[in-house]
């Protein structure tokens, strides 16, 4: 039965409606919608409702059914019948209910239910009998029912019984009970296969007819270092994920090969999930078009669950390569014997024209440019390297292989063509290849990060970026233009611009330079016209009307008259109404401290006008410097893009280009692009505030000590396995050594730091000579790699600098984490010449800026112990302090991630261990779910097959298949066969597993509430089929996999329950928080409404209390206890939602590492008195409503009888 039965039901209902039903139509979560008709004073009414099948699994004999009204009014004769009518049709086929339901609204809309009264059956014995009793028992599961199901929300897994009802099949799809054997045991065969190799594996619909196959790997396990996590947001407990949709039935690799590109009937997605798969709604909805496209512009808005699933950085591009490459990749791999840079050369190469045999050799040949790769196996593995045959491949696997070759390995390709990039130089950030199509598709496509996210997340480092461009354009020394992205500018007199390079870098201009790139373009004056600053307006005389017909509404301008202002100003043409033309507010251009715009004439006078019309291109480069600058210089402080995104549609990725009147589209797309083409990770550590109009950074812990005048950057370079590579470097070279590492300082001019950031520490290029050998140059004193830094030129002054920075930039230099092992040097004295790149590791980058250092005691912090023969010296020449947090977590000597006290100590280095930890699955990882354990089970002809592997400490044989069915309350893990598993109190305990035990929850402060006098019968039912539920799912998983247990003997009232949040990851805050204080768990009320399951329930943390948001506290727990999630809301809420589930997303949320829950008594901040820190219900209340109100959700209508105490009333424990 189930929902092959409930489909093929629904459809002959359809087919056949009953009398006065029609437009039958459903959903996959088991919602029905159709029309009901009815005459009303002889004229005809129609009325929209809905049928929720609660148990679409065991359809129709222990399925019940909700009735509610679609959108529009109904009569209140039919809403009234809705109560009556649910228990008449429970338990009934679709068709039957539609009958029934037809039959009884037929009577109360024409006899109205005084005159025609309808005979209940008895229905309390649903509701008595111990009211949480399990619905079913372990022998209720017939021999014909031993199928293998997925959950509630999903459809069956394999359907190989032929269903009780012949019915239509739709067309171009293959039911899997028509698939032959061998078929169906190639899908199972090619899920084991990707679970086999270490992946995790879910499924998510009917695989028959339309399913999606998740594959998943844990991002910490994929050797990606914590700087790179951090460029790229990653958390290393989500998980990557893939998802193929089959729209038509399973297509193996071996089908989908034939194909040109993926079509409709198969799709691939990218993604990033808090669980291995997501949940339905959201995995079906990644596939929309619309939101597929959101993935760059969605860093902006949270997630609405956290089994959503979540965009990838580079999500769009590598879903159009999967889209238009993979399965030609694939095909040819075959064909020609190809490895993958081979295959994928070749595809870009010919673009569908026919092959030339003798020119294969040269594809042949073709591998990764960079065969030393540090990653771990699981990324580089090739499974189809290993056959000659894709018919012998699994293609979820080999989809996962792929994805995972451009994923972790992504600085190596070009996002736009998807070739090896070329590049000659090792990247932190992915980017585009050296041609101008790829970049003009990358800026055009939208691949390149957000702007509007980097100004809010980083204001100062967009300042810092912007800053070392200006600077590098000053002197003349880019290299790389933004060509190809169709830039207009405006050509300018020398004399009328600002922005020739600095006199004092003339003599410092590389020797590459030719005489043809140094040559001037002459200034481009389009003509010259009367102007009115104070109205705002250009006026062409009649004789000139010609010329004004050349502007263009939207377009910028730029007017020059050096009588009545120095240099130009800019306005957007607002609207061309000849003979008048008006103008846009004027840019904001300072020169000096003094802006321009205070001295607009208040008359007509003369302009000379020059339009954005110049292709970027067609410049020299020296004048696509000066180009450059004057783009830049009309740009904004970030502080008014800041305030603008804050204040304009912050949510919308073009809510810069809305400012129209402010920034042009070609100044818009320099800052992208200045932004896009960094290849460093760059994250400010500096707390900034504003005193009366000055700039102050305040005390930081993560601060390196010793550079007081500087503001600090964390600072990342080199390709994602960079740091593996430098840490085996570490390892090889001082093995045994007490300080295997040193610090050092590296100086540069600041018209070098552009291009440091994009191509890393190098010495292709001679700058100050090399007296010393040719390598990276370097200092511990920090004084000699100042005189690197500013010996040539200063730029004090904010006329040197991008004129509106908040920062002032004046000098940088790095700090930089180097192997000991100065003998191999090429030089030690008086500078560090390291000529080996793979021994360095940049960890900050110092600045020096306007902005003032608050001198103060910062806190304690731990210490990286320096060899004293190589002591990093800072400004004052004394020992400079370096956090711990200057090298990965996993490298800190255990002593300082074990400690607890904050007490300052300064421990050794020797101790450095791996610095990307490679996890298994733990107590971190999702627990693989029941039916897709069933997934990859053999059928029960072929239960001779060896254990398989299902979790990292999971084996079952295959022989147990049968038992498991008969049984769900098997055990299918080998630690759960053991005697340590015991049922405690309707718990499965291993008390070596957790130290949460139940049953010794202290109930006394506890006000048990009576069953409120609203309660409806159809609520009830949900509430009594969702609690048996959970009951049985507490006595069948391990507590310590569960995380959550409900006392079933506190439970007397199906509106109120109590639930305990346990065995939380032991690496996250708030763990080493409650085992400080002797907490074990975490106590939720939940309150349910008679609206349940249409309305959330009302979720709140008893106990104990957490530090506050405005204090440090996260986890997603508002001041007053309530949780803050949007899916509690009903914005977020759907009616299919479970118990389960709705826990799972709360812990996960609580156990948020990017804002973490915490306990205040460990912070000192605060402490809870009394009985041990409760929560009031009234703030609990208000604060939800705050949240609400906050994010634009809807409360749901229901809860305002919680808030006054009424009908289902809540809850309140006393304080």
């Not at 429970?90 to 029934?100: D, M, T, V």
């Not at 045994?736 to 600041?750: D, N, V």
């Not at 490298?891 to 261990?913: A, H, M, V, W």
């Not at 939602?1137 to 799972?1144: C, Y």
Request: net charge negative.
């Amino acid at each position: 039965m189930g929902r092959k039965q409930f489909r093929q039901d629904l459809i002959e209902a359809a087919q056949d409606p009953p009398p006065h039903i029609y437009g039958i139509e459903t959903t996959d979560d088991g919602e029905i919608g159709f029309n009901y008709t009815y005459a009303e004073y002889g004229i005809t009414q129609h009325a929209g409702l809905r049928l929720l099948a609660l148990n679409v699994d065991d359809y129709p004999m222990d399925n019940e059914y909700m009735i509610f009204a679609g959108e529009g009014d109904i009569s209140p004769q039919i809403a009234d019948s809705f109560e009556i009518l649910t228990p008449l049709i429970k338990n009934k086929s679709i068709h039957q209910a539609l009958s029934e339901l037809s039959t009884v609204l037929h009577q109360a809309v024409t006899s109205g239910q005084s005159t025609n009264p309808i005979v209940l059956p008895d229905v309390s014995s649903d509701l008595e009998d111990g009211g949480y009793a399990e619905a079913d028992s372990d022998d209720d599961v017939e021999e014909d029912e031993a199928d293998i199901w997925l959950e509630g929300d999903e459809d069956e897994m394999f359907g190989f019984d032929e269903p009780k009802k012949p019915g239509p099949v739709a067309v171009g799809r293959t039911k899997m009970s028509q698939l032959a054997a061998e078929d169906r045991m190639k899908i199972k065969a090619d899920l084991r296969e990707a679970k086999d190799a270490g992946f995790k594996v879910g499924v998510i619909g009917d695989l028959s007819t339309s399913g999606i196959v998740c594959v998943s790997v844990r991002v910490a396990k994929l050797g990606i270092s914590e700087d790179v996590m951090k460029a790229w947001t990653l958390e290393p407990q989500q998980y990557f994920v893939v998802l193929i949709r089959f729209q038509a039935g399973y297509q193996n690799i071996e089908i989908l090969k034939e194909q040109s590109a993926l079509s409709g009937s198969t799709e691939i997605r990218l993604g990033l999930c808090s669980s291995y798969k997501p949940n339905s709604k959201s995995a079906f909805d990644t596939f929309n078009e619309v939101a597929a496209d959101a993935t760059n512009d969605s860093q902006l808005s949270a997630p609405r669950s956290t089994t959503d699933l979540q965009p990838l950085f580079i999500g769009r591009p590598l879903n159009d390569l999967f889209k238009s490459r993979f399965t030609a990749v694939v095909k040819f791999r075959e064909i020609y014997c190809l490895g993958w840079a081979g295959a994928e050369q070749l595809v870009h190469d010919t673009q569908g024209a026919p092959i030339d045999i003798g020119k294969l050799t040269k594809y042949d040949k073709m591998i990764d440019s960079k065969t030393e790769r540090a990653l771990p196996a699981i990324v580089m593995a090739d499974s189809m390297s290993q056959t000659r045959f894709t018919k012998n491949c699994s293609l979820p696997l080999v989809t996962m292989q792929f994805a995972l070759r451009h994923f972790v390995r992504c600085t190596d390709f070009c996002l736009v063509c998807h070739c090896n990039s070329g590049s000659t130089f090792e990247a932190l950030k992915p980017y585009v290849c050296s041609s101008p199509l790829c970049l003009y598709q990358y800026m055009g496509l939208g691949f390149g990060p957000s702007i509007e996210w980097e100004i809010l997340s980083q204001p100062y480092v967009v300042d810092l970026l912007i800053s070392f461009c200006y600077v590098q354009a000053m002197s003349g020394r880019l290299k790389d233009f933004p060509v190809g992205i169709d830039l207009r500018v405006p050509v300018l007199p020398r004399s009328s611009s600002r922005n020739d390079p600095h006199p004092s870098y003339s003599n410092y201009r590389s020797s590459t330079q030719s005489t043809a790139t140094q040559t001037q373009t002459p200034p481009k004056l389009a003509f010259v016209m009367p102007y009115n600053g104070a109205n705002l307006e250009l006026l062409f005389p009649a004789k000139n009307l010609d010329k004004g017909q050349q502007l263009r509404k939207g377009d910028f301008v730029a007017l020059a008259n050096s009588n009545y202002f120095s240099g130009v100003i800019y306005h957007r043409i607002e609207d061309v109404l000849l003979p008048s033309v008006r103008l846009g507010p004027p840019v904001q251009v300072v020169d000096g401290d003094k802006p321009r715009s205070d001295i607009l004439p208040n008359k007509l006078i003369d302009v000379d006008c020059y339009l954005f019309d110049t292709s970027f291109d067609d410049l020299s480069d020296n004048d696509r410097c000066k180009a450059i600058m004057t783009l830049l210089d009309t740009i904004p402080p970030v502080k008014d893009m800041l305030r603008y995104l804050r204040t304009h549609n912050v949510g919308q990725e073009s809510s810069l280009r809305q400012w129209r009147d402010r920034i042009s589209s070609s100044a818009l797309n320099v800052l992208r692009w200045i932004i896009a083409s960094n290849r460093s990770c760059i994250v400010q550590v500096d707390s900034v505030v504003e005193d009366a109009g000055t700039l102050k950074t305040m005390p930081n812990e993560d601060r390196i000590s010793g550079m007081d005048e500087y503001m600090q950057f964390r600072f990342a370079q080199g390709a994602p396995d960079k740091e593996q590579r430098f840490i085996d470097c570490v390892k090889k070279q001082t093995a045994g050594k007490q300080y295997p590492t040193i610090f050092a300082w590296h100086g540069s001019p600041l018209h070098n730091w552009h291009s440091i950031i994009r191509e890393g520490l190098h010495f292709k290029d001679t700058a100050h000579g090399r007296a010393y050998g040719n390598g990276v140059y370097m200092s511990n004193h920090a004084q000699t790699s100042l005189s690197y830094m500013s010996g040539h030129y200063s730029l004090a002054g904010s006329r040197n600098g991008w004129p509106n920075s908040e920062l002032k930039v004046s000098g940088a230099m790095s700090l930089n984490e180097v192997v000991n092992k100065p003998d191999s040097y090429v030089s030690r004295s008086p500078h560090y010449v390291v000529g080996e790149i793979d021994w360095i590791q940049t960890r900050y980058l110092v600045v020096k800026t306007n902005v003032t250092h608050t001198k103060g005691e910062q806190a304690d912090m731990e210490t990286i112990a320096q060899d004293p023969a190589h002591t990093a010296m800072g400004m004052s020449q004394e020992a400079v302090q370096i956090p711990v947090t200057a090298v990965a977590r996993s490298r800190r000597p255990k002593e300082i991630l074990q400690k607890d006290s904050k007490k300052r100590k300064s421990l050794g280095s020797g101790r450095i261990e791996n610095p990307i930890e490679i996890m298994n699955d733990d107590v971190q990882s999702v627990a693989t779910l029941n039916e897709d354990r069933d997934y990859l089970l053999d059928d029960e002809s072929h239960s001779g097959r060896k254990p398989m592997s299902l979790d990292s400490d999971t084996e079952m044989d295959i022989s147990d298949h049968e038992d498991l069915i008969r049984s769900p309350k098997k055990k299918l893990r080998q630690d759960e066969s053991s005697t340590k598993l015991q049922l405690v109190e309707g718990c499965l305990l291993d008390d070596t597993r957790t130290d949460f035990f139940p049953g010794r929850l202290d109930m006394s402060n506890v006000k048990r509430l009576p069953a409120p006098d609203d309660a409806s019968l159809a609520a009830s039912s949900a509430l009594l089929k969702a609690f048996n539920a959970l009951m049985k799912t507490q006595k069948t998983t391990p507590a310590h996999e569960l995380g959550w247990y409900m006392d079933p003997e506190q439970v007397d009232n199906l509106y109120q329950w109590i639930v305990e949040l346990h065995s939380f990851d032991s690496e996250i805050p708030l763990s080493r928080d409650m085992k400080e204080a002797g907490i074990t768990s975490v106590v939720l009320e939940m309150q349910f409404t008679n609206q349940y399951p249409f309305a959330p329930p009302f979720v709140r943390v008893v106990k104990p209390r957490f530090l506050p948001f405005n204090q440090g506290g996260g986890g997603h727990v508002t001041e007053g206890g309530a949780i803050c999630m949007e899916l509690l809301t009903n914005n977020g809420w759907s009616a299919v939602s479970t118990i389960e589930s709705v826990l799972l997303q709360i812990k996960l949320a609580i156990s948020d590492r990017e804002r973490p829950a915490r306990l205040p008594g460990s912070h000192g901040h605060w402490r809870a008195g009394g009985d041990g820190g409760v929560y009031g219900v009234g703030e609990a209340i208000a604060a939800y409503e705050r949240a609400c109100r906050a994010h634009g959700w809807a409360v749901p209508p229901a809860f305002a009888s919680l808030r006054r105490g009424e009908g289902s009333g809540i809850g309140r424990f006393s304080s």
